[in-house]
């Protein structure tokens, strides 16, 4: 079975509306049963194989963490500190908004829940405030998605186990990456809203200021226990997972006092819930790229390119190109799962780094979280607002480009990704 049948298989399937982990799953089975020497019995192993993985249990503690950290009030006092931060600039709650995400982003791991738990809130209120309703939605949508860059970030976990690479670095090398991306950001947010005329907040003091910091100290704390605690050697980032988890469960019980004993069965249901849906997905896409080393398909292609003699940039041209592609139609990671392990030894031969492909590949997955049909945050932001996933679309586009030309950036430019991770080890 050739790889232009498998992807055509895998493509269909995708047209037709057939869930990610099932096109995957089914594609795989074809495969698998089409092919003398392969058997049926790897769907399984591979299935049990992935609950092996000790990298991968980082994702459903993250997860959980995420969860407590929405339910128990940390979300708003973060907003808070960011309203405080930058509310007296033009357009100050969309700026707030914008800064949010990035300070959420850093102790969730996840882009869905940093659109549910800063636009849940910032959205009506920018609404109330005069602000037009596309423009209020594009901001939060497209800012949200930095929660898969700024670390701690599930996908960088999903990279760094495709790829046998270390999450500490990955993390830590998503950082400046991550501040570039809400520069940009910012940077066109306060642009238009100047434009726009949009309101100011009133600046209410530097007492204020310290007020609002000394109220989110207890969550951005868990950003020093999670990224110090990595960093500082004290646990792996499986554990430090395991920690945040626990943290945020202790500070919305009973330092917040935000959600009670009976929000827990809710919020535990919650999680699984998504948990078993990602890790159905990787698991499905683990079996997928095992038929893509057994067609031989990975080290074809790496011939094939190679043989091109092509230079680091028109390479890097073509993995944004393949991923942008890929994240309209194919969850974060699932493409991962699967393109990593191809662009990886291109990517060493031609002397990139990893960990800056890894970034990169993070980057693009960004991006693709805004983009339709399957940008995941188009469908939470929608689900805020009532509105078409065609509306949030058009809302988002803006600045779906500002992330691209960003993406730009970040690729072009090794020293971003590179610098912490080379000064730290």
């Not at 030309?405 to 730290?424: D, E, G, H, K």
Request: proline share 5%; charged share 10%.
């Amino acid at each position: 079975m050739s790889a232009a049948a498998i992807f055509g298989v895998l493509i269909l399937l995708l047209m037709m509306g057939v869930p990610i982990a099932i096109s995957l799953g089914l594609t795989s089975l074809g495969f698998m049963l089409l092919t003398p020497d392969s058997s049926a019995m790897i769907i399984s192993q591979k299935l049990f194989d992935t609950m092996e993985h000790t990298t991968l249990l980082a994702i459903p503690f993250f997860i959980l963490s995420s969860h407590f950290l929405t339910k128990g009030g940390v979300s708003a006092r973060l907003i808070e500190l960011a309203k405080a931060m930058v509310g007296w600039m033009h357009g100050g709650l969309a700026m707030a908004g914008v800064v949010s995400c990035m300070l959420f982003a850093a102790i969730s791991g996840s882009s869905p829940a940093t659109v549910v738990a800063i636009g849940s809130i910032l959205i009506p209120g920018m609404i109330a405030a005069g602000y037009d309703k596309r423009y209020a939605v594009g901001v939060i949508a497209t800012s949200g998605s930095l929660g898969i860059l700024i670390p701690p970030s599930i996908p960088m976990i999903v990279y760094a186990d495709a790829v046998e690479e270390s999450v500490g670095k990955l993390f830590i090398a998503g950082i400046l990456p991550g501040l570039t991306m809400g520069f940009f950001l910012l940077v066109t947010t306060w642009l238009v809203a100047r434009r726009m005329q949009l309101p100011r907040e009133p600046w209410l003091g530097w007492k204020h200021l310290a007020k609002c910091v000394v109220n989110a100290f207890w969550g951005l704390l868990l950003i020093v226990i999670v990224v110090g605690g990595i960093y500082g050697g004290v646990f792996t980032p499986t554990e430090a997972a395991a920690t945040a988890a626990v943290y945020s469960a202790i500070i919305a019980l009973f330092v917040h006092n935000d959600m009670g004993f009976k929000d827990i069965p809710k919020v535990m249901l919650d999680s699984a819930k998504m948990t078993a849906v990602l890790m159905f997905i990787i698991a499905c896409a683990m079996i997928f790229a095992h038929v893509l080393t057994e067609a031989h398909i990975p080290q074809d292609l790496a011939a094939k390119v190679l043989s091109t003699e092509p230079s680091q940039f028109s390479f890097l041209m073509l993995v944004n190109a393949i991923l942008w592609f890929a994240g309209d139609f194919m969850e974060p990671s699932a493409i991962l799962l699967i393109m990593a392990p191809l662009f990886h030894p291109i990517a060493v031969n031609l002397g990139i780094d990893p960990i800056h492909l890894g970034i990169i590949m993070t980057t693009n997955m960004e991006v693709g979280m805004i983009t339709p049909p399957v940008g995941l945050n188009l469908y939470v932001a929608a689900g805020l607002t009532g509105m078409s996933l065609a509306e949030v679309t058009r809302a988002a586009l803006p600045w779906m480009l500002v992330l691209i030309a960003a993406l730009l950036v970040i690729t072009y430019v090794p020293w971003l990704s590179l610098f912490l991770v080379s000064l730290l080890y």
